[in-house]
């Protein structure tokens, strides 16, 4: 069983940047497929960046290009480096884990708020 813990949300205006990480409780190397979801005010979770054990990256389109999604195995920690964030970007955002798919594994969750 892996255990998976989010941290780095935050109040923040703007324009601004915030890296959140997911910090496993054993060597990412081993999971395949690693991604960040986010559940905002009245929406339904979607999965918005994903990376495999073989580097391969994925983002949906409202944040490709601001947001980036890595991974640091020696750390056993997933990161997503969010700039010029948006008011709509406002969500508590999970990260998943899974053999195939990012599913597998699940966080708490961490707020990202964003502020006009």
């Known amino acids: 069983q892996v255990q998976l813990v989010e941290s780095g949300g935050d109040l923040v205006q703007a324009g601004g940047s915030l890296r959140l990480s997911c910090a496993a409780s054993?060597?990412?190397?081993?999971?395949?497929?690693v991604g960040w979801y986010r559940r905002a005010p009245g929406k339904q979770r979607a999965l918005v960046a994903v990376?495999?054990?073989?580097?391969?990256?994925n983002y949906v389109d409202s944040v490709e290009g601001r947001f980036t999604i890595s991974r640091d195995n020696a750390k056993n920690t997933v990161y997503l480096q969010m700039t010029d964030l948006k008011p709509e970007d406002t969500a508590v955002y999970y990260c998943?884990?899974?053999?195939?798919?990012?599913?597998?594994?699940w966080g708490q969750g961490t707020q990202v708020t964003v502020s006009s």
């Open positions: 998943g884990a899974g053999l195939e798919r990012p599913v597998d594994y």
């Open positions: 054993r060597s990412i190397s081993s999971i395949n497929v």
């Open positions: 990376i495999t054990s073989g580097g391969r990256t």
